[in-house]
């Protein structure tokens, strides 16, 4: 079974902070690929990245990183001096190359987490 | 072009109407999906086409009627519907399937609300 969860409801930082959106995942499979989307208050899903189970390289394009963690199943997404335009739900989602879902296109989202950076 | 762009934007309409929500891609994907998204849920999977054949319909009520006419065109055809049924009705696209690491790209999304 494929599981997301994210803990943080809902996070409210001032502008410039640093903030961490927490994302655990639960997966029986070796393979498997982690994602990010971000949904502002118009509405559309905005992808922002995608990582595969064998590279757990932290990666960082301009205030973001993500710090992917095998041993804790973890997935986790910083958002460096943050911006009001960065307010907005953050969705964590998986899929695994052995679920048969997962192939045939089911994505497993977290809940999602609120975020609103105050000016 | 690497976007997906859906119509109409907002609708509302009575539980006795019938209309259709468009979506259309140029991205050469050949996988195709269907979203309902409620207030602060995350997107719930309704549908997935692929190369235009019906892969996944995730019990939705026959009230709604999905459509694939060809590899760029996704309609979903809405009938009789009910209150509960309003929602944020997303779009996506993917290259071929049969890849997990196929990342989705979203259109904006149709505002459903039913009178």
């Known amino acids: 079974a494929q599981k997301v969860t994210q803990a943080q409801t809902e996070i409210s930082v001032v502008e410039k902070e640093d903030v961490t959106l927490d994302c655990v995942y639960e997966t029986r499979d070796t393979t498997y690929y982690l994602f990010w989307y971000k949904q502002p208050p118009s509405g559309e899903l905005v992808f922002l990245i995608r990582?595969?189970?064998?590279?757990?390289q932290n990666e960082i394009s301009g205030r973001y990183s993500w710090n992917f963690q095998k041993s804790t199943s973890s997935f986790n997404f910083t958002i460096t001096a943050s911006q009001v335009v960065d307010s907005a739900v953050y969705f964590c989602?998986?899929?695994?190359?052995?679920?048969?879902?997962?192939?045939?296109?089911?994505?497993?989202f977290g809940r999602g987490t609120q975020l609103t950076v105050w000016p | 072009d690497t976007e997906v762009t859906q119509t109409p934007k907002h609708l509302v309409m009575g539980m006795t109407n019938k209309k259709s929500l468009k979506c259309e891609q140029h991205?050469?994907?050949?996988?195709m999906y269907w979203y309902k998204q409620k207030a602060k849920k995350p997107p719930e999977l309704m549908f997935v086409?692929?190369?235009?054949?019906?892969?996944i319909n995730e019990s939705v009520p026959s009230r709604f009627s999905p459509e694939c006419p060809n590899s760029s065109l996704l309609n979903l055809h809405l009938h009789a519907l009910q209150p509960e049924d309003s929602a944020l009705y997303l779009c996506?696209?993917?290259?071929?399937?049969?890849?997990?690491?196929?990342?989705?790209?979203f259109g904006p999304g149709t505002r459903l609300t039913v009178l």
């Open positions: 989602a998986l899929r695994s190359t052995a679920d048969r879902g997962s192939t045939l296109g089911r994505l497993y």
């Open positions: 990582r595969n189970s064998f590279d757990e």
């Open positions: 996506a696209s993917s290259p071929p399937m049969g890849l997990a690491s196929n990342e989705q790209f």
């Open positions: 991205m050469g994907h050949r996988a």
């Open positions: 086409y692929s190369y235009e054949k019906l892969s």
